[in-house]
């Protein structure tokens, strides 16, 4: 592969709003894989990527300075002890996928969340009640199967876009052990630098 073709994956910057919107509006519009019914404004997934660096990864992997897909971690809950488990999240381009993109992204994040000291990662997952249809398959469980997720719960019919109720399940995957003095977790400002050689 020749260097122009190489893929990067680097920090997002609030400056990427537009072209993540672009990866993420098929997704809202097309699909029940995010169950937001509208597409943000680009000022306000601005915001939600500039707060998430302020304690987690934010992820682009990109192309000859083209986005193709993006990955981030977020706060699985609020509450203090909930500090070493996160919940994940991935989206790759409509015409980027099925290029191990997925796969490196959650490689390169799961490298950040460790250097953080984070030890749970969560995923939440929109599945079909009755079998796929024409706006979800199963293909994001097995993504995460194939990484080394495990399914550990599921949640009947809480979710209700194009006019039909989805179920949605929680898989996890650990990322170190758990001790009695667990040190805290570091964010990932105090991080990034080490990990990107900034």
């Not at 098929?26 to 997934?45: K, R, S």
């Not at 490196?104 to 030890?119: D, K, P, R, S, V």
């Not at 199967?145 to 995957?173: I, P």
Request: proline residues 7%; hydrophobic residues 45%; charged residues 25%.
């Amino acid at each position: 592969m020749e260097e122009k073709d190489a893929v990067r994956i680097r920090p997002a910057a609030p400056a990427d709003a537009e072209a993540l919107l672009a990866i993420y509006a098929p997704y809202v519009h097309e699909t029940a894989i995010t169950f937001e019914y509208e597409v943000p404004g680009e000022a306000e997934f601005a915001g939600r990527i500039e707060n998430t660096l302020k304690k987690y990864p934010y992820l682009v992997a990109e192309r000859g300075g083209e986005p193709l897909g993006y990955a981030y971690a977020g706060a699985f809950k609020d509450r203090a002890a909930y500090d070493w488990a996160v919940e994940t999240s991935v989206y790759i381009r409509w015409d980027a996928r099925h290029l191990g993109l997925g796969r490196a992204l959650y490689a390169a994040l799961e490298t950040a969340l460790a250097a953080q000291g984070i030890l749970n990662l969560n995923a939440c997952i929109a599945v079909p009640p009755t079998g796929e249809d024409e706006y979800l398959s199963g293909d994001s469980v097995a993504f995460h199967e194939r990484l080394g997720y495990a399914l550990v719960g599921q949640f009947h019919a809480c979710g209700y876009k194009f006019g039909r109720w989805y179920d949605m399940v929680w898989m996890e995957k650990f990322l170190g052990a758990h001790a009695a003095d667990q040190p805290p977790v570091r964010p990932f400002p105090e991080v990034r630098p080490a990990l990107y050689g900034e």
